[in-house]
């Protein structure tokens, strides 16, 4: 039953992959499209959810802000330091609703809208949508023979966060591609270059790697963001080792639009990977 379930969610996922024109993330038994929302005016959208599991779940959604660092790593903002510009951002923002129980292989919708201010300054405002799975409760166990009395049990709380961007006005944005090396990790080979980022908006698309006389990408890994708050980032892509050599030498790195962007090169540089 479970397997016959796992296959229509499987199914629904693609509908939505093809609907959305994007990815769709899965974060233990949650299924979320988009993966990635952008509004440029008044007009709303939605976030479906979907439980692949096989007992009902409960997510709690929120907004939290999160500001890139320059290893493209996010770092979680207090809204109670936060900005005029990130104020703003929490206060156009409004979904509903907060709270889904999710029946196994049951979609539901978070609506999401937004109502942008009189006045406010062109520029591109982000936060972050979190969904956070509560665990169920459960009746306190005996101490299982301690003397105390007391037992403890762990139970890991996983979450989805997907960004949602707000632009007013008429934003551009230029992206460079720089020093592409290899490095030698504790957890294995990794592909690293630095990624800048001009103008007055985030740049986001899939990296793409092919070798000089050969058509088929030897490389490619989607979801790669550079967000306004910083000018640029480091990289860092875990490869495979058997896929080393074959990075190894002349290549060309594109850094291309997602195909609901229009796919178009956001930039590219052809260089030699030590």
Same mark, same amino acid.
């Given at each position: ?172 944005? /230029? ?34 790697? /092919? ?64």
């Amino acid at each position: 039953m479970f397997a016959f379930r796992r296959a229509r969610a499987l199914a629904w996922l693609a509908g939505l992959s093809f609907l959305f024109g994007g990815p769709v993330f899965a974060a233990g038994d949650l299924l979320v499209a988009p993966t990635r929302i952008i509004l440029n005016g008044a007009r709303g959208t939605e976030v479906v959810l979907n439980n692949i599991g096989n007992e009902p779940a409960t997510y709690r959604v929120s907004l939290e802000l999160r500001r890139m660092l320059p290893d493209g790593s996010l770092e979680e903002i207090d809204p109670a330091t936060a900005d005029a510009h990130d104020a703003a951002t929490l206060a156009m923002i409004s979904y509903a609703p907060r709270r889904v129980v999710l029946p196994p292989n049951q979609p539901q919708s978070i609506r999401i809208g937004v109502r942008v201010p009189q006045g406010l300054p062109d520029g591109e405002y982000r936060a972050h949508m979190l969904f956070r799975a509560i665990p169920d409760a459960r009746p306190v166990e005996s101490g299982n023979g301690r003397k105390d009395g007391v037992s403890i049990a762990l139970t890991p709380i996983y979450g989805v966060t997907i960004p949602i961007i707000v632009r007013q006005g008429s934003l551009a944005a /230029t992206a460079a591609i720089a020093n592409p090396r290899i490095l030698r990790e504790k957890e294995g080979p990794a592909l690293a270059f630095t990624l800048s980022r001009s103008g007055s908006r985030s740049v986001y698309g899939q990296i793409r790697i /092919t070798k000089p006389g050969v058509a088929k990408p030897v490389f490619e890994v989607r979801g790669i963001a550079v967000y306004a708050e910083i000018p640029e980032r480091t990289v860092k892509l875990a490869i495979p080792e058997d896929l080393v050599a074959t990075l190894t030498g002349p290549v060309k790195i594109e850094y291309l639009e997602d195909n609901e962007a229009g796919g178009g090169t956001i930039a590219s540089l052809d260089a030699v990977i030590r």
